[in-house]
C-alpha cells in the first residue's frame, strides 16, 4: 500500500498541471504564449526606429510603405526603381501602433501608399477582433489623407511547417477576404501578393522564407512585381 504522502502529491500535481492548462487556454495556447514571449525582444527596436523616423524631414510627395517587420525588411527605392519611396516598416508593428504613429507618415503628404497589416494582430486575436482594429486604421488614413491613394495589401501567408508561428493560414484568409470586401467598398485597389508568395497548400512557399513568417530577395522581387503593376 502506497503512503499518503504519495497520494497528496499526485493530486497537488493534477490540480497544478490543470491550472497550467486553463492558463495556456485562456492565452490562447502555447504558440501565442510564444508569441507574447518572443515580442519583448523586438520592443526596443521598434522604439529606435520610431524615433528616428520622427526625426529625419518630411519628404513631400512621397510614396511610403507601411507595415511591420515584413514590409521594413524591404529596400523598396530599389527594389520600386523610384528614390520617392521611403519605409516605415517597424519590426512587432501591428494596427493600433501604425494608426498611433499616422501623424509622422502623413506629414510627407504622401501621393501613394502601400499598406500591409494584421499579421502580428493575429499572433494575439481572432480575426473578428483584429478586424476593427484594421478598419479603424484604414478609416482614419482616407480621413487624414484623402488625396492619397491607398493601397491595401494582403497579409502574407505563414509556414508552420518551416518553423512554427504564432498564426494560422486559416485566420490569415478569413482577414484577407475582409480587407479585399472593404477595398472593393472604398473604392481602393486590392494587392494579393498572398497568392503570388503561398504553395499550393495555402503556405508560405518555403522557398521565400527561413522562419515561416519572414521572407528572402526572391520574394520581394516578386511582390515588388505586383506592385508595379498598380503604379
Known amino acids: 500500500m502506497k503512503p499518503?504522502?504519495?497520494y497528496t502529491s499526485l493530486v497537488l500535481n493534477l490540480i497544478l498541471l490543470g491550472s497550467l492548462a486553463f492558463a495556456l487556454h485562456k492565452y490562447g495556447g502555447l504558440r501565442n504564449l510564444w508569441a507574447?514571449?518572443?515580442?519583448?525582444?523586438?520592443e526596443k527596436t521598434y522604439f529606435h526606429r520610431k524615433n528616428l523616423f520622427e526625426m529625419l524631414p518630411p519628404k513631400e510627395g512621397?510614396?511610403?510603405?507601411?507595415?511591420?517587420?515584413?514590409?521594413?525588411?524591404?529596400?523598396?527605392?530599389e527594389l520600386l526603381d523610384n528614390p520617392n519611396v521611403i519605409n516605415?516598416?517597424?519590426p512587432g508593428d501591428h494596427c493600433d501602433g501604425m494608426r498611433e504613429r499616422l501623424n509622422e507618415v502623413l506629414r510627407h503628404r504622401?501621393?501613394?501608399?502601400?499598406?500591409?497589416?494584421?499579421?502580428?494582430?493575429?499572433?494575439?486575436?481572432?480575426?473578428?477582433?483584429?478586424?476593427?482594429?484594421?478598419?479603424?486604421?484604414?478609416?482614419?488614413?482616407?480621413?487624414?489623407?484623402?488625396d492619397t491613394k491607398l493601397y491595401l495589401q494582403s497579409v502574407l501567408p505563414v509556414n508552420n511547417i518551416v518553423s512554427p508561428t504564432a498564426v494560422?493560414?486559416?485566420?490569415?484568409?478569413?482577414?484577407?477576404?475582409?480587407?479585399?470586401?472593404?477595398?472593393?467598398?472604398?473604392?481602393?485597389?486590392?494587392?494579393?501578393?498572398?497568392?503570388?508568395?503561398?504553395?499550393l497548400d495555402g503556405?508560405?512557399?518555403?522557398?521565400?522564407?527561413?522562419?515561416?513568417?519572414?521572407i528572402n530577395g526572391?520574394?520581394?522581387?516578386?511582390?515588388?512585381?505586383?506592385?508595379?503593376?498598380?503604379?
Do not use: C, Q
Not at 67 to 74: D, L, P, R
Open 4 to 6: 499518503l504522502y504519495f
Open 36 to 42: 507574447k514571449i518572443n515580442s519583448r525582444g523586438i
Open 62 to 77: 512621397a510614396i511610403v510603405m507601411l507595415g511591420n517587420s515584413i514590409t521594413a525588411g524591404g529596400e523598396w527605392p
Open 88 to 90: 516605415r516598416g517597424i
Open 110 to 146: 504622401p501621393t501613394k501608399l502601400f499598406l500591409m497589416a494584421g499579421v502580428n494582430d493575429l499572433a494575439f486575436l481572432p480575426p473578428a477582433k483584429v478586424w476593427p482594429k484594421y478598419e479603424r486604421l484604414v478609416n482614419e488614413i482616407l480621413t487624414k489623407s484623402p
Open 168 to 199: 494560422d493560414n486559416e485566420d490569415v484568409e478569413v482577414l484577407n477576404v475582409k480587407i479585399k470586401a472593404l477595398a472593393e467598398a472604398k473604392g481602393l485597389v486590392f494587392l494579393d501578393v498572398n497568392s503570388v508568395l503561398k504553395d
Open 203 to 214: 503556405n508560405l512557399d518555403a522557398a521565400y522564407t527561413l522562419d515561416g513568417v519572414h
Open 218 to 231: 526572391a520574394a520581394y522581387l516578386k511582390w515588388a512585381a505586383e506592385i508595379k503593376k498598380v503604379m
